[in-house]
């Protein structure tokens, strides 16, 4: 038999009995794994490498933490662009008069008043729209409309 391999299994008891009993150096870092207790470069052999057969040791896998996206509000219409100003009624139909900016407008119940609103109904003393890109109710409280 060869010296060089014997050399080594000497080695490498001597370093494994000195480890398990305290008396390594402290500043020897530990064996990582799959790396042979000693330095096998310094006997000019090479550690053997793990078969593919070889069971490994694998950490468990944890389940990805599921986030959860905050679900986002459904969109909102913007604030009523109009102003109460007052009603009149003519020939037994009922117009409220509004302000959209720097127009007067003169609408009944069911009347588109634009591309984006339509004046729903009108009940007690609240006006209801409607909001049309997103179907979305609005009312307008002017007060006493009487």
């Known amino acids: 038999m060869n010296k060089g391999p014997r050399l080594l299994l000497l080695c490498a008891t001597l370093a494994g009995a ?3 009993a305290g008396t390594a150096p402290a500043s020897a870092p530990p064996p990582r794994k799959n790396q042979a ?6 006997f000019g052999v090479a550690p053997e490498a793990p078969s593919a057969s070889a069971p490994q ?25 109009f102003q109460y100003l007052g009603q009149l009624q ?5 117009y409220f008069l509004l302000q959209h900016g720097t ?19 009108a009940q007690g003393n609240q006006l209801h729209f409607v909001y049309l890109p997103l179907r979305q109710e609005q009312i307008l409280k002017p ?4």
């Open 103 to 121: 127009r007067f407008l003169s609408v009944q119940s069911g009347q588109q008043i634009d591309p984006h609103y339509v004046l729903q109904k």
């Open 143 to 146: 007060g006493d409309m009487n």
């Open 37 to 42: 207790p000693w330095d096998a470069t310094l």
């Open 18 to 20: 000195a480890q398990a």
């Open 57 to 81: 040791a694998q950490a468990p896998q944890q389940p990805a933490a599921r986030q959860k996206k905050p679900k986002a509000s459904p969109p909102l219409a913007p604030p009523l662009p």
């Open 90 to 94: 003519q020939d037994g139909v009922t």
